[in-house]
């Protein structure tokens, strides 16, 4: 089974469109992630939920809105897509412990024409 | 702020010869290193991790040991293998308002010919 799974795995749009992104862990976790990994491989983090609440909110436009319907669940809408948006964006979860490991979804490579 | 350095890639090599990915780290307090690899076209997964000064995290053949004097994690394996061919990201975990979460380096590309 897998752990974490991400839908679509690939999504092609057109600028200016509003897609979302799932997210799902069957890990029991209580903490979920989606992070943004650039063409050049660079990771950074944009949102933590923590049992449905945001915790962590990076600088990230407020076109992109997440949503945790439950702890097992966390989604990515964006709005009005734009060029720099095209990255793989990929979702973790982890249990919520300090140096707690981890588990990354396979990523979902977004292109933006 | 809390960051993360590593070496550059491409790193090159040929099967069986030694690897070392060098990773410093800045950071307050103390926070738990490691090493991810993303084979690819996939997610990354955790290779091996320390979570105090001195610890030394391992395996499938890599190890890397916590190095507070040095502020570093350096990755190494004896013998690589062909298989052993993807991005490899050091990273570090920090405290953000009682949670944690994952700062990462900018990742090394290996690549083993056989």
């Known amino acids: 089974d897998t752990a974490v799974s991400q839908t679509p795995k690939y999504l092609v749009t057109q600028m200016g469109n509003d897609k979302s992104i799932k997210c799902e862990q069957n890990?029991?976790?209580?903490?979920m992630y989606w992070y943004k990994q650039d063409s050049k491989k660079f990771l950074k983090i944009m949102f933590s939920?923590?049992?449905?609440?945001?915790?962590i909110n990076e600088t990230v436009p407020n076109r992109f809105s997440p949503k945790s319907p439950d702890k097992a669940h966390l989604n990515l809408h964006i709005n009005s897509l734009e060029l720099g948006d095209s990255a793989v964006y990929f979702c973790?979860?982890?249990?919520?412990?300090?140096?707690?490991?981890?588990?990354f979804g396979p990523g979902t490579r977004l292109t933006v024409l | 702020g809390d960051s993360v350095t590593q070496m550059e890639g491409p790193v090159t090599l040929s099967e069986e010869a030694f690897l070392t990915i060098n990773c410093t780290y800045t950071?307050?307090?103390?926070?738990?290193l490691f090493w991810y690899v993303q084979y690819p076209g996939e997610g990354l997964q955790l290779l091996l991790k320390?979570?105090?000064?001195?610890d030394k995290g391992s395996n499938k053949g890599f190890e890397a040991t916590y190095r507070k004097e040095t502020t570093s994690f350096h990755l190494e394996k004896g013998s690589v293998q062909v298989s052993d061919s993807a991005v490899y990201f050091c990273?570090?975990?920090?405290?953000?308002?009682?949670?944690?979460?994952?700062?990462f380096g900018a990742g090394t590309r290996l690549a083993v010919h056989p």
């Open positions: 320390a979570t105090k000064a001195d």
């Open positions: 939920y923590n049992n449905k609440e945001l915790i």
């Open positions: 890990l029991g976790h209580d903490t």
């Open positions: 990273a570090l975990s920090v405290s953000s308002g009682g949670y944690n979460k994952l700062i």
């Open positions: 973790a979860s982890s249990q919520e412990a300090a140096r707690a490991e981890q588990f």
């Open positions: 950071a307050t307090g103390y926070p738990s």
